[in-house]
Structure formats: C-alpha cells, structure tokens
C-alpha cells in the first residue's frame, strides 16, 4: 500500500484526440496500474489522479539511468531503455525513494517535490466535441493521442491542436503520444501482423513542425512508455513553475499550490485507483 505523500503542486492534464486512442486506458494504467481490455465510449470526460514526483533528486536519478546517447525521457524501441531502471513492468514510477546524504556539509540535498497530476480523460466523438472543448481551459498539460495502427486519427491531431491552442492557456505543455505500440511489433517467430500506419519519423516531424515538446510511442496494453509519456509532461510543468510562469494564487492559472487545490489539502494518496465521469458523462472507456 502506498501512504499518502504531501504534493507541492496540482496541475491539470488533459487526454485528447479521436475516439478509440486508447485515452482512457492510458489514463487507467497510470492511475491504476491496469490494463482493461473494453470500456464502454467516454461521454463528456472522466477524472483520475495521482502524485508523481518531480525536479531533483528524482529528476537527477531519471537523467542518470539513459543511455550516454539519448537525453532524458526520449522515447526508444529497445526493451532496455523504454522502461528505466527501477520502473515496474506495469509502466508506474517507482516510488520515491530519499537522497542519499550529500557530501558536503554546507550544502544538504534539495528536498523532494511532489506534483498531483489531475487528469482530465475526454471524449473523443465528434458528437461530444462542444462539450470536450470547455474542459481544455485552465489545462496546463496535455497528452494529443493517436492511434499508431489507424493513420485517420493521426491527421485529426492538427485539428485537435489548434482546438487545444484557442482555448488554453498560452504556455500549456503538449506532448504527441502515438498509442498501441503493441501492434506495431511481430512475435517471436517474425510472423505476426505489424499494423503500423503511422511512422515514426513522420510522427517526429510532425511534432516539431508544431511546437510540440516531444514525441512518445506507447502502450497501455503493455505499459511501454505510459510513465515517461505523463512524467514528461509534469517535468516540463515543474521548469515552468520554477521560471515563474504561473500564478500559484489565480485559480484560473493551469497550475497551482497546496492552499488552492481541489479538495483543500496538501496530502493525497499517490494513486487515486477509481476513475469518475462528470455529472453529463458515463463512466469507463477506452477513448
């Protein structure tokens, strides 16, 4: 069981694009450590959390585990970097663990800081999109979904952007996730289906063309980058705090402190394991 961790900040994350991306399943298997093979189609959004921790020591240890030739957090296809050192197969952060005493006398290790990451998982039909749309303000992260095996939904992902872009806050940190990986891979025997439609590279390309932070391919099925992909966006959050971006105080920012979180509190469990739609909206789904 986890005890519950104190969090410094709560920031909002929001899970879009086309239905059937696997949003909700990537949503459960951070929050939950599961992977549900069917779920009934998002209606309006769904809410999950959970506490992650951020900038060093964390941060610093993370660096360490990559590769020489790969920087912090980049997305790779061999076994042995896609999950780091420590991380659970299921695709969850390890839980943090303390600093080991620093050497100098004069200058201890910086305390550890935590982050509660509200997820904010949205429809993805067009017949929800209207009422999709009002969940993006106040989003300071968001994680554009598509679906590696069916190429349509990776030519919706610029209209998802632009939605995205009118509506949030100006400095909102977006990450392109391109879902499913496990069909992209043969078995053992080289015989099995690669259902791949969307390449890497065109993936990548697109992401820099649009300003986008970065590009991850994953897998809720399996957990394959599922962490990294949310943990990126948290660290990119966190340099923004610490650059002054956000007004802790304005519950309009996308980011906020202890003494304006939901709930009221600084203290939560680092998992919420029950995922809950909104008053409009169902409950489950797997988009």
């Excluded at 912090?72 to 061999?78: A, E, I, K, L, R």
């Excluded at 069909?183 to 065109?202: I, M, P, S």
């Excluded at 600084?266 to 995922?275: D, F, I, P, S």
Aim: glycine share 12%; net charge negative; proline share 7%.
């Amino acid at each position: 069981m986890s005890s519950s961790l104190p969090w410094d900040y709560i920031a909002k994350l929001v899970c879009i694009g086309d239905s059937g991306c696997g949003k909700s399943s990537l949503t459960i298997r951070l929050c939950e450590g599961r992977f549900v093979t069917h779920h009934d189609v998002t209606i309006g959004v769904e809410f999950g959390s959970r506490i992650v921790p951020v900038g060093p020591p964390h941060s610093d240890s993370q660096e360490q585990q990559q590769p020489a030739s790969l920087p912090s957090f980049t997305d790779s296809t061999d076994p042995a970097t896609s999950i780091p050192n420590g991380t659970s197969s299921s695709g969850l952060p390890p839980p943090p663990i303390a600093a080991k005493p620093s050497t100098s006398t004069s200058e201890p290790p910086p305390p550890q800081k935590h982050m509660k990451l509200s997820l904010w998982d949205t429809a993805g039909q067009e017949t929800y999109k209207s009422v999709t749309r009002s969940y993006f303000r106040g989003a300071s992260g968001a994680l554009l979904v598509f679906d590696l095996s069916r190429k349509q939904t990776f030519e919706h992902v610029t209209d998802w952007l632009n939605d995205l872009r009118a509506i949030a806050e100006p400095d909102i940190v977006v990450i392109l996730v391109g879902n499913k990986a496990d069909l992209t891979e043969q078995n053992e025997e080289g015989d099995g289906q690669n259902k791949r439609e969307v390449t890497r590279k065109e993936a990548e390309e697109w992401a820099r063309k649009n300003g986008v932070l970065e590009y991850v391919e994953t897998s809720a099925k399996s957990g394959e980058n599922v962490e990294k992909a949310f943990m990126r966006v948290a660290e990119r959050i966190y340099q923004n705090i610490q650059a002054g971006k956000y007004d802790l105080n304005d519950r309009r920012s996308g980011v906020k402190g202890p003494s304006a979180g939901l709930g009221g509190g600084g203290t939560g469990g680092g998992t919420n394991v029950k995922l809950t739609g909104d008053k409009a909206g169902g409950y489950g789904g797997c988009c």
